[in-house]
């Protein structure tokens, strides 16, 4: 089964409106961490976001949020005032203890892309 | 500060052929994961270190593939004996531990073809 569930292969959103790029995960694990890196075609991999399973705000940094719904094991990205440059592969991870060291899953990717 | 690098940028070979990709992580950085992007997918693991240890080399796909991790610094995956389907993106990220939130920052990677 996956880790990490991105459903959504494609997203289109207007310049200056905002999107929502949907995450699910499966753990049972009680500690984790959920992650959300951008793509652009460039190739390389950009931070965005961070939300530790036992943060009980959401997630914010700039114009990214993460709504995380721990009940429904829900991490998704909300993008406000989208802009051009959005444009990009979105990629959703789950951190896990195993044994003393962390380990890593990311979900298939989004693309999304900004019409102006 | 300088961030990951990785070499070569292109590696063109032969099926049949070794290579050898190189990742400098970002300086004091003690954990180190090598990853696999196929054309259109999402990130593979396949091995991480805690300094020159890979307590967790359970992504490799095969014999064929092997790292090397020295000085607590520099790591090299080698893959031996090419195959077509060893086509892809080969991305190294460090951190500075492994611990729970220790955000992986990843290099520009290495785009291997297999002719």
């Known amino acids: 089964a996956q880790k990490i569930t991105q459903t959504q292969p494609g997203m289109f959103v207007q310049e200056k409106e905002a999107v929502t790029l949907d995450c699910t995960y499966d753990?049972?694990?009680?500690?984790?961490?959920l992650f959300w890196y951008k793509q652009p075609s460039s190739g390389e991999m950009i931070f965005l976001i961070y939300?530790?399973?036992?943060?009980?705000q959401n997630a914010t940094e700039g114009r990214y949020s993460l709504n995380f719904q721990k009940a429904r094991k829900s991490a998704n990205l909300v993008i406000s005032a989208s802009q051009l440059g959005d444009s990009a592969m979105y990629f959703c991870?789950?951190?896990?203890?195993?044994?003393?060291?962390?380990?890593?899953?990311f979900g298939k990717g989004t693309m999304l892309l900004v019409s102006p | 500060g300088a961030g990951v690098s990785q070499s070569p940028s292109n590696k063109v070979t032969e099926k049949g052929k070794d290579v050898e990709l190189r990742c400098d992580p970002i300086?004091?950085?003690?954990?180190l994961y090598w990853y696999r992007q196929s054309l259109g997918q999402g990130l593979e693991f396949l091995i991480y270190?805690?300094?020159?240890?890979?307590?967790?080399k359970s992504g490799l796909p095969s014999d064929r593939f092997s790292a090397e991790r020295t000085g607590g610094s520099v790591s090299t995956l080698t893959i031996q004996r090419t195959q077509q389907e060893d086509s892809a993106v080969y991305l190294c990220?460090?951190?500075?531990?492994?611990?729970?939130?220790?955000?992986?920052?990843f290099g520009p990677g290495t785009r291997l073809t297999v002719l």
């Open positions: 939300q530790g399973s036992y943060d009980e």
């Open positions: 270190f805690q300094g020159n240890s890979a307590p967790d």
């Open positions: 991870a789950m951190r896990e203890w195993n044994s003393g060291y962390s380990t890593l899953t």
């Open positions: 300086s004091g950085h003690t954990a």
């Open positions: 753990t049972s694990d009680q500690s984790y961490g």
């Open positions: 990220a460090s951190s500075l531990t492994s611990g729970s939130y220790n955000e992986q920052f």
